[in-house]
């Protein structure tokens, strides 16, 4: 948790050339204006401006300037980039010419929940997350195909498991940046890999999400892979999923938080699921679509794991994927959590049954099953705007 005057220091003493300022566009990709470490001083006081009308989802070009101010506590060494001119990179809060908030600023959205928990509500979420991603080989020209790097399986070893290097240096990369992963393994799918994260709060967890992805493709890159997050690589196997740990730090909430987010389960799924391919991954493999929950069972969107902890508050929402915004989805499961909590909401009795099982469902109420009808389901909610805030 670094102030301004040690970056500024830090830099100097360490030798650091360049400095990534590290922004999202709506769609939680991340962006960013490189600046030489001598202008960093001069960031820090006065901002660096960028071009909005270039960000999908930000501004028109008849008024697109917008400023990017680094966050100091966020500062990372990227450790792939020379020892001699370091690179370091910080996430920026983003705002208009006269100061104000960017209202579009993910981040800043994301913050302004937090807030919202802690002062009104008196209780704070933490958030986990378990990533999955495929490796697939590359062409003669470098370019990606659809061919796994391997066709383990689930939880496999090497030699079957090719991945295995992979991970502990994408492990080892994160160590490096100050993040702390908690587990990894193989996945189902051929190439299939998973690698989950330790508990943290809401801005941490999702600021980790973003970065995870970025060393994953640099260092399946550096192998001579690529790495693909989205929800349905390969028809006929496994798609890969973003599964959500939700907490809360008053565990007597749990019931009311999970009531909210079923509430609301069908207004979240644009932004959980926001590509045409998320539609292809729900339903099958563990991918559920019922809006329903349940003890350890992995057929509902939402899961109750076993614990051995009387007082824990974890759920696990299973229906996301990695083409999320991390920061919006977060914004959106605090306020619908928060929703639970103030009308003191109830769920419905937890399900027992195996939801993936043909005839097993009944008349319960599932998520949306096209982008076009999540979309229209999330335009007309007032939850969302509320929320959002734009």
Same mark, same amino acid.
């Given at each position: ?7 500024? %220091? ?16 709506? *769609? ?30 930000? %501004? ?12 100091? /506590?966020?500062?990372? &060494? ?14 920026? $809060? &983003? ?12 981040? =800043? ?5 937090? =807030?919202?928990?802690?002062? %009104? ?7 986990? /997350? ?36 992979? *991970? ?10 100050? &993040? ?60 890969? @999923? ?6 809360? $730090?008053?565990?007597?909430? #749990? #019931?009311?938080?999970?009531? @909210? ?19 292809? #991954?729900? @339903?099958?493999? =563990? ?28 759920? %696990? ?13 977060? /914004? ?8 639970? &909590? ?10 027992? =049954? ?15 099953? /096209?982008?076009?009808?999540? *979309? ?15």
């Amino acid at each position: 948790m670094y102030t301004v005057e040690e970056v500024l %220091e830090y830099v100097q003493e360490e030798d650091v050339k360049f400095v990534r300022l590290a922004f999202f566009d709506l *769609r939680g990709v991340q962006k960013n204006i490189s600046i030489m470490a001598g202008q960093l001083k001069s960031a820090f006081e006065n901002g660096v401006s960028f071009d909005a009308s270039a960000i999908y989802g930000f %501004e028109t070009a008849e008024k697109s300037d917008l400023f990017l101010h680094p966050d100091p /506590t966020t500062v990372a &060494i990227l450790p792939w980039r020379p020892n001699t001119g370091k690179v370091v990179r910080m996430f920026c $809060t &983003i705002s208009y010419p006269d100061g104000s908030p960017y209202k579009k600023d993910c981040r =800043k959205i994301l913050s302004n929940a937090v =807030k919202k928990a802690r002062e %009104e509500f008196g209780v704070e979420f933490s958030f986990g /997350t378990e990533i999955e991603f495929y490796l697939f080989k590359l062409d003669e020209n470098g370019e990606p195909t659809k061919i796994p790097f391997d066709r383990a399986g689930y939880m496999d070893i090497a030699p079957e498991d090719k991945g295995e290097n992979i *991970r502990r240096e994408i492990c080892f990369t994160l160590e490096q940046m100050g &993040i702390q992963p908690e587990a990894s393994h193989h996945e189902e799918g051929s190439g299939q890999n998973e690698i989950d994260f330790h508990h943290a709060d809401a801005l941490t967890a999702a600021d980790n999400a973003t970065t995870f992805k970025w060393i994953v493709r640099t260092r399946a890159a550096s192998a001579g892979l690529y790495a693909d997050f989205s929800p349905k690589p390969l028809a006929n196997q496994a798609g890969s @999923g973003f599964h959500i740990n939700i907490s809360c $730090t008053d565990a007597s909430k #749990r #019931r009311n938080m999970l009531a @909210g987010i079923l509430k609301h389960a069908k207004e979240l799924t644009y932004y959980m699921n926001c590509t045409e391919n998320s539609y292809d #991954r729900l @339903g099958s493999c =563990k991918a559920p679509v019922h809006i329903a929950w349940g003890y350890e069972n992995r057929s509902t969107f939402i899961r109750v794991p076993a614990t051995r902890h009387d007082d824990a508050s974890r759920i %696990e929402i299973r229906t996301p994927d990695s083409e999320c915004n991390p920061y919006l989805v977060f /914004t959106l499961l605090i306020h619908a959590a928060l929703d639970g &909590i103030k009308n003191k909401l109830e769920p419905p009795v937890p399900v027992e =049954k195996n939801l993936f099982e043909k005839a097993a469902d009944g008349n319960m109420e599932t998520l949306p099953d /096209t982008l076009d009808s999540a *979309r229209e389901i999330a335009e007309s909610s007032q939850f969302v705007k509320e929320a959002l805030g734009f």
